[in-house]
Protein backbone atom coordinates (compact mmCIF):
# COMPACT_ATOMS: atom_id res chain seq x y z
CA UNK A 1 0.00 0.00 0.00
CA UNK A 2 0.81 3.63 -0.34
CA UNK A 3 -0.08 6.40 1.72
CA UNK A 4 -2.62 8.74 -0.39
CA UNK A 5 -5.18 11.06 1.07
CA UNK A 6 -8.30 9.38 2.11
CA UNK A 7 -11.25 11.21 1.92
CA UNK A 8 -14.09 8.88 1.51
CA UNK A 9 -17.17 10.88 2.48
CA UNK A 10 -18.18 11.22 -1.13
CA UNK A 11 -18.45 7.51 -1.40
CA UNK A 12 -20.03 6.30 1.51
CA UNK A 13 -23.33 6.19 2.81
CA UNK A 14 -22.60 6.09 6.26
CA UNK A 15 -25.84 6.98 7.63
CA UNK A 16 -27.66 3.98 5.53
CA UNK A 17 -25.08 1.29 6.70
CA UNK A 18 -25.56 3.16 10.66
CA UNK A 19 -29.56 2.03 10.27
CA UNK A 20 -28.80 -1.27 8.63
CA UNK A 21 -26.51 -2.11 11.58
CA UNK A 22 -29.21 -0.80 13.83
CA UNK A 23 -31.80 -3.50 12.15
CA UNK A 24 -28.90 -6.47 12.70
CA UNK A 25 -28.52 -5.28 16.42
CA UNK A 26 -30.67 -7.42 18.60
CA UNK A 27 -29.41 -10.78 16.44
CA UNK A 28 -25.81 -9.45 17.29
CA UNK A 29 -26.56 -9.28 21.03
CA UNK A 30 -28.74 -12.24 21.32
CA UNK A 31 -25.32 -14.54 19.84
CA UNK A 32 -23.17 -12.80 22.13
CA UNK A 33 -25.27 -13.99 24.94
CA UNK A 34 -25.36 -17.49 23.53
CA UNK A 35 -21.54 -17.01 23.44
CA UNK A 36 -21.08 -15.70 27.33
CA UNK A 37 -23.41 -18.73 28.54
CA UNK A 38 -20.51 -20.99 27.55
CA UNK A 39 -18.21 -21.17 30.64
CA UNK A 40 -14.92 -20.86 28.43
CA UNK A 41 -12.31 -20.59 30.51
CA UNK A 42 -9.14 -21.65 29.50
CA UNK A 43 -7.14 -22.43 32.52
CA UNK A 44 -6.01 -26.14 32.68
CA UNK A 45 -8.12 -26.95 36.25
CA UNK A 46 -11.41 -26.17 34.16
CA UNK A 47 -13.61 -28.21 31.49
CA UNK A 48 -12.02 -28.22 28.27
CA UNK A 49 -15.49 -28.87 26.59
CA UNK A 50 -16.96 -25.76 27.38
CA UNK A 51 -13.81 -24.70 24.71
CA UNK A 52 -14.92 -26.91 22.18
CA UNK A 53 -18.28 -25.78 22.61
CA UNK A 54 -17.41 -22.20 22.50
CA UNK A 55 -15.50 -22.78 18.98
CA UNK A 56 -18.40 -24.44 17.40
CA UNK A 57 -20.60 -21.97 17.75
CA UNK A 58 -17.95 -19.66 16.59
CA UNK A 59 -17.68 -21.25 13.61
CA UNK A 60 -21.17 -21.27 13.04
CA UNK A 61 -21.67 -17.49 13.67
CA UNK A 62 -18.93 -17.26 10.93
CA UNK A 63 -20.84 -19.77 8.30
CA UNK A 64 -23.67 -17.91 9.02
CA UNK A 65 -22.35 -14.18 8.51
CA UNK A 66 -21.31 -15.66 4.56
CA UNK A 67 -17.71 -17.17 5.22
CA UNK A 68 -17.61 -20.54 3.71
CA UNK A 69 -14.29 -21.71 4.31
CA UNK A 70 -14.45 -21.69 8.16
CA UNK A 71 -12.39 -24.18 10.06
CA UNK A 72 -11.42 -25.03 13.45
CA UNK A 73 -7.71 -25.89 14.07
CA UNK A 74 -5.16 -26.47 16.69
CA UNK A 75 -1.76 -28.07 17.38
CA UNK A 76 -0.23 -30.37 19.56
CA UNK A 77 -1.29 -28.80 23.43
CA UNK A 78 -3.66 -26.69 22.04
CA UNK A 79 -7.01 -25.45 22.23
CA UNK A 80 -9.32 -24.83 19.56
CA UNK A 81 -8.89 -22.22 17.30
CA UNK A 82 -11.29 -21.00 14.78
CA UNK A 83 -10.19 -19.59 11.25
CA UNK A 84 -12.66 -18.78 8.70
CA UNK A 85 -11.39 -17.32 4.82
CA UNK A 86 -12.37 -15.27 2.08
CA UNK A 87 -10.21 -14.61 -0.66
CA UNK A 88 -9.14 -11.05 -1.51
CA UNK A 89 -10.50 -9.45 -4.38
CA UNK A 90 -7.54 -8.91 -7.13
CA UNK A 91 -5.36 -5.72 -5.86
CA UNK A 92 -7.47 -5.72 -2.83
CA UNK A 93 -5.54 -6.48 0.81
CA UNK A 94 -6.91 -9.40 3.03
CA UNK A 95 -7.52 -8.15 6.58
CA UNK A 96 -7.27 -10.72 9.64
CA UNK A 97 -9.99 -10.04 12.68
CA UNK A 98 -8.53 -11.65 16.01
CA UNK A 99 -10.44 -11.91 18.95
CA UNK A 100 -10.69 -15.00 21.49
CA UNK A 101 -13.02 -17.23 22.43
CA UNK A 102 -11.50 -18.23 25.79
CA UNK A 103 -11.91 -16.34 29.02
CA UNK A 104 -11.13 -15.74 32.36
CA UNK A 105 -12.12 -17.36 35.26
CA UNK A 106 -15.52 -16.12 37.07
CA UNK A 107 -13.48 -16.04 40.19
CA UNK A 108 -15.76 -15.65 43.99
CA UNK A 109 -19.27 -15.77 42.69
CA UNK A 110 -19.94 -13.98 45.65
CA UNK A 111 -18.57 -11.40 44.04
CA UNK A 112 -20.59 -10.75 40.91
CA UNK A 113 -23.67 -8.95 41.64
CA UNK A 114 -25.57 -11.35 38.71
CA UNK A 115 -24.33 -15.13 38.00
CA UNK A 116 -20.80 -14.31 36.05
CA UNK A 117 -22.31 -16.85 33.07
CA UNK A 118 -25.88 -15.58 32.91
CA UNK A 119 -25.92 -12.04 31.02
CA UNK A 120 -27.68 -9.44 32.66
CA UNK A 121 -28.50 -6.36 31.49
CA UNK A 122 -28.42 -2.98 34.14
CA UNK A 123 -28.18 0.24 33.00
CA UNK A 124 -27.29 -0.11 29.31
CA UNK A 125 -24.68 -2.55 30.66
CA UNK A 126 -24.50 -6.33 29.64
CA UNK A 127 -22.87 -7.91 32.67
CA UNK A 128 -20.85 -11.56 32.41
CA UNK A 129 -17.84 -13.18 32.37
CA UNK A 130 -16.41 -12.42 28.46
CA UNK A 131 -19.41 -9.95 27.77
CA UNK A 132 -16.46 -7.41 27.00
CA UNK A 133 -12.93 -9.42 27.04
CA UNK A 134 -13.25 -10.73 24.12
CA UNK A 135 -16.39 -12.39 23.08
CA UNK A 136 -17.67 -9.03 22.35
CA UNK A 137 -14.83 -8.50 20.01
CA UNK A 138 -16.19 -11.86 18.43
CA UNK A 139 -19.12 -10.68 17.83
CA UNK A 140 -18.01 -7.00 16.42
CA UNK A 141 -16.29 -8.96 13.59
CA UNK A 142 -19.63 -11.05 12.73
CA UNK A 143 -21.67 -7.83 12.98
CA UNK A 144 -19.63 -5.81 10.37
CA UNK A 145 -19.52 -8.99 8.51
CA UNK A 146 -23.19 -8.98 7.96
CA UNK A 147 -24.11 -5.33 7.38
CA UNK A 148 -21.43 -5.69 4.91
CA UNK A 149 -22.50 -9.23 3.48
CA UNK A 150 -21.70 -9.17 -0.53
CA UNK A 151 -20.25 -5.37 -0.34
CA UNK A 152 -17.06 -6.59 1.91
CA UNK A 153 -14.35 -5.51 -1.09
CA UNK A 154 -11.21 -6.76 0.93
CA UNK A 155 -9.84 -10.13 1.44
CA UNK A 156 -10.74 -11.77 5.10
CA UNK A 157 -9.13 -14.25 8.19
CA UNK A 158 -11.23 -14.31 10.72
CA UNK A 159 -9.06 -15.59 13.56
CA UNK A 160 -10.60 -16.52 17.37
CA UNK A 161 -7.79 -18.29 19.58
CA UNK A 162 -9.14 -20.18 22.50
CA UNK A 163 -5.84 -19.52 24.68
CA UNK A 164 -5.40 -16.03 25.13
CA UNK A 165 -6.29 -15.98 28.89
CA UNK A 166 -3.17 -18.51 29.81
CA UNK A 167 -0.65 -15.86 27.57
CA UNK A 168 -1.58 -17.72 24.16
CA UNK A 169 1.38 -20.97 24.73
CA UNK A 170 1.22 -22.45 21.52
CA UNK A 171 0.85 -19.50 19.35
CA UNK A 172 4.33 -19.62 17.69
CA UNK A 173 3.46 -23.29 16.87
CA UNK A 174 0.31 -22.28 15.24
CA UNK A 175 1.69 -19.23 13.69
CA UNK A 176 4.65 -21.77 11.93
CA UNK A 177 2.11 -24.53 11.22
CA UNK A 178 -0.94 -22.37 9.23
CA UNK A 179 1.26 -19.28 8.26
CA UNK A 180 -0.28 -19.35 4.73
CA UNK A 181 -3.46 -19.99 6.23
CA UNK A 182 -3.00 -16.45 8.25
CA UNK A 183 -1.59 -14.43 6.05
CA UNK A 184 -2.77 -11.01 5.53
CA UNK A 185 -2.01 -6.78 5.26
CA UNK A 186 -4.02 -5.58 7.84
CA UNK A 187 -4.34 -7.25 10.92
CA UNK A 188 -7.03 -6.07 13.37
CA UNK A 189 -6.65 -7.06 17.29
CA UNK A 190 -9.92 -6.88 18.55
CA UNK A 191 -8.98 -6.53 22.51
CA UNK A 192 -7.83 -3.65 23.55
CA UNK A 193 -10.17 -0.50 25.10
CA UNK A 194 -11.40 3.01 24.54
CA UNK A 195 -10.48 5.85 26.00
CA UNK A 196 -13.97 6.51 27.52
CA UNK A 197 -17.49 6.40 26.93
CA UNK A 198 -18.14 8.59 24.23
CA UNK A 199 -14.25 8.88 22.87
CA UNK A 200 -13.12 5.49 21.02
CA UNK A 201 -9.11 4.97 21.18
CA UNK A 202 -6.57 3.56 18.94
CA UNK A 203 -4.14 1.71 21.22
CA UNK A 204 -0.24 2.80 20.05
CA UNK A 205 1.42 1.37 22.84
CA UNK A 206 1.18 -1.86 25.43
CA UNK A 207 3.49 -2.53 27.76
CA UNK A 208 5.57 -5.85 28.05
CA UNK A 209 5.69 -8.36 30.69
CA UNK A 210 7.85 -10.22 32.68
CA UNK A 211 6.85 -12.60 35.18
CA UNK A 212 8.40 -15.62 37.21
CA UNK A 213 8.47 -16.35 41.12
CA UNK A 214 10.60 -15.77 43.91
CA UNK A 215 11.69 -18.36 46.53
CA UNK A 216 13.43 -17.12 49.97
CA UNK A 217 14.72 -19.69 52.49
CA UNK A 218 16.38 -19.24 55.88
CA UNK A 219 15.94 -22.62 57.60
CA UNK A 220 16.28 -26.44 56.51
CA UNK A 221 12.64 -26.51 58.36
CA UNK A 222 10.23 -24.85 61.11
CA UNK A 223 11.26 -24.36 64.88
CA UNK A 224 9.37 -23.49 67.86
CA UNK A 225 9.17 -19.44 67.37
CA UNK A 226 9.13 -19.18 71.09
CA UNK A 227 12.33 -20.98 71.71
CA UNK A 228 14.26 -19.26 68.54
CA UNK A 229 12.21 -16.61 67.53
CA UNK A 230 14.55 -13.40 67.97
CA UNK A 231 18.19 -14.26 66.51
CA UNK A 232 16.80 -16.36 63.75
CA UNK A 233 15.43 -14.80 60.83
CA UNK A 234 12.23 -16.37 59.78
CA UNK A 235 11.62 -16.37 55.62
CA UNK A 236 8.30 -14.28 56.21
CA UNK A 237 10.28 -11.54 57.31
CA UNK A 238 13.13 -11.72 54.83
CA UNK A 239 10.59 -11.91 52.27
CA UNK A 240 8.97 -9.02 53.27
CA UNK A 241 12.32 -6.95 53.86
CA UNK A 242 13.31 -8.40 50.08
CA UNK A 243 10.24 -7.56 48.81
CA UNK A 244 10.14 -3.84 50.20
CA UNK A 245 13.73 -2.94 48.31
CA UNK A 246 11.88 -3.46 45.07
CA UNK A 247 10.01 0.06 45.49
CA UNK A 248 11.39 3.54 46.32
CA UNK A 249 9.82 4.97 49.21
CA UNK A 250 7.12 7.09 46.76
CA UNK A 251 6.29 3.86 45.68
CA UNK A 252 8.47 3.83 41.85
CA UNK A 253 10.00 0.89 40.90
CA UNK A 254 13.47 0.81 42.70
CA UNK A 255 15.37 -1.40 40.12
CA UNK A 256 17.97 -0.45 38.19
CA UNK A 257 18.62 -0.83 34.15
CA UNK A 258 15.23 -0.74 33.02
CA UNK A 259 14.03 1.94 30.16
CA UNK A 260 11.07 4.31 31.74
CA UNK A 261 9.45 6.32 29.17
CA UNK A 262 6.83 9.17 28.85
CA UNK A 263 3.31 8.78 27.04
CA UNK A 264 1.99 11.25 24.71
CA UNK A 265 0.09 14.15 26.64
CA UNK A 266 -3.64 13.49 27.50
CA UNK A 267 -5.16 14.12 30.50
CA UNK A 268 -6.64 11.68 33.11
CA UNK A 269 -7.89 13.52 35.85
CA UNK A 270 -6.96 12.07 39.04
CA UNK A 271 -10.53 12.05 40.55
CA UNK A 272 -11.16 9.84 37.41
CA UNK A 273 -8.58 7.30 37.44
CA UNK A 274 -9.43 6.98 41.46
CA UNK A 275 -13.23 6.05 40.24
CA UNK A 276 -11.81 3.83 37.17
CA UNK A 277 -9.48 1.97 39.51
CA UNK A 278 -11.75 1.48 42.53
CA UNK A 279 -8.96 3.28 44.58
CA UNK A 280 -10.39 4.00 48.18
CA UNK A 281 -11.12 6.47 50.15
CA UNK A 282 -7.41 7.96 51.57
CA UNK A 283 -5.42 5.16 49.70
CA UNK A 284 -2.44 7.63 48.11
CA UNK A 285 -0.96 7.10 44.54
CA UNK A 286 2.45 5.97 43.74
CA UNK A 287 5.03 7.16 41.85
CA UNK A 288 6.19 10.00 40.28
CA UNK A 289 4.78 11.91 36.62
CA UNK A 290 1.95 11.73 34.53
CA UNK A 291 -0.53 9.29 35.15
CA UNK A 292 -0.93 8.27 31.62
CA UNK A 293 3.41 7.49 32.00
CA UNK A 294 2.87 5.57 35.16
CA UNK A 295 0.17 3.23 33.67
CA UNK A 296 1.52 3.32 30.08
CA UNK A 297 5.24 3.84 29.33
CA UNK A 298 6.96 2.87 32.88
CA UNK A 299 8.12 -0.41 34.67
CA UNK A 300 5.72 -1.59 37.41
CA UNK A 301 5.99 -4.36 39.39
CA UNK A 302 3.38 -6.52 41.43
CA UNK A 303 3.36 -9.18 43.63
CA UNK A 304 0.49 -11.31 42.54
CA UNK A 305 0.53 -14.39 44.44
CA UNK A 306 2.14 -15.98 47.81
CA UNK A 307 2.84 -19.38 48.97
CA UNK A 308 3.36 -19.77 52.94
CA UNK A 309 0.61 -21.12 55.55
CA UNK A 310 -2.63 -19.56 55.59
CA UNK A 311 -4.01 -17.83 58.78
CA UNK A 312 -6.14 -21.18 58.93
CA UNK A 313 -3.45 -22.99 59.34
CA UNK A 314 -0.41 -21.18 60.62
CA UNK A 315 1.36 -22.60 63.58
CA UNK A 316 3.42 -20.91 66.14
CA UNK A 317 6.71 -21.72 63.97
CA UNK A 318 9.39 -19.76 62.28
CA UNK A 319 8.56 -20.06 58.75
CA UNK A 320 11.63 -21.82 56.44
CA UNK A 321 10.65 -21.37 53.21
CA UNK A 322 8.68 -18.32 51.43
CA UNK A 323 7.67 -18.36 47.35
CA UNK A 324 5.84 -15.20 46.05
CA UNK A 325 4.69 -14.29 42.52
CA UNK A 326 5.69 -11.41 40.44
CA UNK A 327 4.42 -10.23 37.51
CA UNK A 328 6.25 -7.07 35.96
CA UNK A 329 5.23 -4.54 33.26
CA UNK A 330 7.71 -3.44 31.23
CA UNK A 331 7.93 -0.10 28.99
CA UNK A 332 7.81 -0.04 25.54
CA UNK A 333 11.20 -0.88 23.72
CA UNK A 334 12.49 -2.56 26.79
CA UNK A 335 13.94 -6.41 25.87
CA UNK A 336 11.99 -9.27 28.11
CA UNK A 337 15.55 -10.71 28.96
CA UNK A 338 17.52 -7.58 29.94
CA UNK A 339 14.38 -7.14 32.33
CA UNK A 340 14.50 -10.61 33.92
CA UNK A 341 18.11 -10.37 34.58
CA UNK A 342 17.89 -7.05 36.15
CA UNK A 343 15.00 -8.26 38.43
CA UNK A 344 17.85 -11.38 39.45
CA UNK A 345 20.75 -9.29 40.07
CA UNK A 346 18.40 -6.77 41.90
CA UNK A 347 16.39 -9.64 44.34
CA UNK A 348 20.58 -11.81 44.85
CA UNK A 349 21.71 -8.27 45.60
CA UNK A 350 19.10 -7.10 48.01
CA UNK A 351 18.80 -10.69 50.22
CA UNK A 352 18.32 -9.80 53.53
CA UNK A 353 20.37 -11.12 56.38
CA UNK A 354 22.28 -13.52 54.09
CA UNK A 355 18.75 -15.70 53.06
CA UNK A 356 18.80 -18.08 50.09
CA UNK A 357 17.28 -15.98 47.18
CA UNK A 358 15.79 -18.15 43.93
CA UNK A 359 14.67 -16.40 41.12
CA UNK A 360 13.13 -18.81 38.97
CA UNK A 361 11.25 -17.46 35.19
CA UNK A 362 7.84 -17.50 33.85
CA UNK A 363 6.28 -15.54 31.13
CA UNK A 364 8.03 -12.87 29.30
CA UNK A 365 6.32 -10.90 26.07
CA UNK A 366 7.37 -7.60 24.14
CA UNK A 367 5.69 -4.97 24.07
CA UNK A 368 4.34 -2.73 21.40
CA UNK A 369 4.48 0.43 19.49
CA UNK A 370 2.65 1.18 16.36
CA UNK A 371 3.32 3.33 13.47
CA UNK A 372 0.30 5.03 13.51
CA UNK A 373 1.03 6.92 10.07
CA UNK A 374 -0.49 5.61 6.69
CA UNK A 375 -3.46 4.87 4.51
CA UNK A 376 -4.77 2.32 6.98
CA UNK A 377 -4.69 4.21 10.27
CA UNK A 378 -6.12 7.07 8.45
CA UNK A 379 -9.25 4.59 7.36
CA UNK A 380 -9.21 3.31 11.46
CA UNK A 381 -9.56 7.11 12.41
CA UNK A 382 -11.93 8.00 10.13
CA UNK A 383 -14.06 5.25 10.80
CA UNK A 384 -14.08 6.17 13.82
CA UNK A 385 -14.51 9.18 13.99
CA UNK A 386 -18.26 8.58 11.91
CA UNK A 387 -19.23 6.07 14.13
CA UNK A 388 -18.47 7.95 17.27
CA UNK A 389 -18.81 11.85 15.93
CA UNK A 390 -15.98 12.55 17.93
CA UNK A 391 -12.01 12.04 16.68
CA UNK A 392 -10.40 8.60 18.00
CA UNK A 393 -7.80 9.93 20.57
CA UNK A 394 -4.19 7.53 20.59
CA UNK A 395 -4.29 5.78 23.67
CA UNK A 396 -1.55 3.24 25.56
CA UNK A 397 -2.71 0.06 27.58
CA UNK A 398 -0.44 -0.84 30.69
CA UNK A 399 -1.61 -4.77 29.84
CA UNK A 400 0.65 -6.62 27.32
CA UNK A 401 -0.38 -8.50 23.96
CA UNK A 402 2.53 -10.80 23.62
CA UNK A 403 1.68 -12.55 20.19
CA UNK A 404 1.55 -9.29 18.11
CA UNK A 405 5.66 -9.73 18.70
CA UNK A 406 4.75 -12.87 17.30
CA UNK A 407 2.82 -11.77 14.29
CA UNK A 408 4.50 -9.33 13.19
CA UNK A 409 7.81 -11.13 12.89
CA UNK A 410 5.62 -13.86 10.89
CA UNK A 411 4.13 -10.93 9.12
CA UNK A 412 6.73 -8.33 9.01
CA UNK A 413 4.69 -5.90 6.40
CA UNK A 414 1.60 -6.58 7.72
CA UNK A 415 0.26 -3.17 9.63
CA UNK A 416 -1.43 -3.64 13.42
CA UNK A 417 -4.37 -2.37 14.45
CA UNK A 418 -5.19 -2.56 18.22
CA UNK A 419 -9.28 -1.63 18.80
CA UNK A 420 -11.45 -2.94 21.29
CA UNK A 421 -14.88 -3.34 22.97
CA UNK A 422 -13.72 -2.01 26.52
CA UNK A 423 -14.06 1.01 28.60
CA UNK A 424 -12.66 2.02 32.26
CA UNK A 425 -15.86 0.51 33.56
CA UNK A 426 -15.75 -2.37 31.70
CA UNK A 427 -13.47 -4.56 34.74
CA UNK A 428 -12.12 -7.25 32.47
CA UNK A 429 -10.91 -10.14 34.60
CA UNK A 430 -12.55 -8.88 37.24
CA UNK A 431 -16.14 -9.56 39.56
CA UNK A 432 -19.13 -7.74 37.49
CA UNK A 433 -17.46 -7.60 34.15
CA UNK A 434 -19.20 -5.75 31.62
CA UNK A 435 -20.19 -4.38 28.08
CA UNK A 436 -21.62 -1.11 27.33
CA UNK A 437 -24.21 -1.56 25.23
CA UNK A 438 -24.21 1.36 23.13
CA UNK A 439 -20.45 1.44 22.63
CA UNK A 440 -20.31 -2.21 21.00
CA UNK A 441 -22.67 -1.02 18.74
CA UNK A 442 -20.37 1.91 17.55
CA UNK A 443 -18.03 -0.73 17.26
CA UNK A 444 -19.35 -2.33 15.47
CA UNK A 445 -20.37 0.13 12.96
CA UNK A 446 -16.71 1.36 13.02
CA UNK A 447 -15.47 -1.62 12.19
CA UNK A 448 -17.69 -2.13 9.15
CA UNK A 449 -16.94 1.07 8.08
CA UNK A 450 -13.32 0.59 8.27
CA UNK A 451 -13.33 -3.01 5.84
CA UNK A 452 -15.67 -1.67 3.63
CA UNK A 453 -13.02 1.56 3.12
CA UNK A 454 -10.21 -0.31 3.01
CA UNK A 455 -11.83 -2.42 0.22
CA UNK A 456 -11.84 0.75 -2.24
CA UNK A 457 -8.59 1.79 -4.41
CA UNK A 458 -8.63 5.00 -2.57
CA UNK A 459 -7.66 3.66 0.80
CA UNK A 460 -4.37 1.20 -0.99
Keep these: MTHQPFSPDTEFDVENLRLRLAELMPGVRADLER ?3 IPSVSASAFDRSTLEDSAALVADLLRGAGLDDVEILRVEGGRPAVVGRRPAPEGAPTVML ?101 VPGLTTTLRGLVDGTITVRTLSHAVHSGMYGGPVPDAMMATIR ?41 VELIGTGSLTSRIWTRPAMSVIGIDAPTVA ?27 MAAIRAHAEANAPFGARVTVAEGEAGHSFRADVDGPVYDVARWAMEKAWGTAPVGIGIGGSIPFIADLLEVY ?31 CCLAEALMLAALGRPAAR
Excluded at 250 to 262: K, M, P, R, Y
Design 242 to 282: LLDSFWNADGSFAVEGLLSGESEPLEYAETDFRADSGLLEG
Design 35 to 37: LVR
Design 412 to 442: PQATVLLTGVEDPDSRAHGANESLHLAEFEK
Design 98 to 198: YAHHDVQPPGAEQDWESAPFEPTERNGRLYARGAADDKAGIMAHVAALRVLGDELGVGLVVFSEGEEEIGSPTFTAFLEEYRERLAADVIVVADSANWKVG
Design 313 to 339: QASNTLIPEVTVKFSVRIAPGQDPAAA
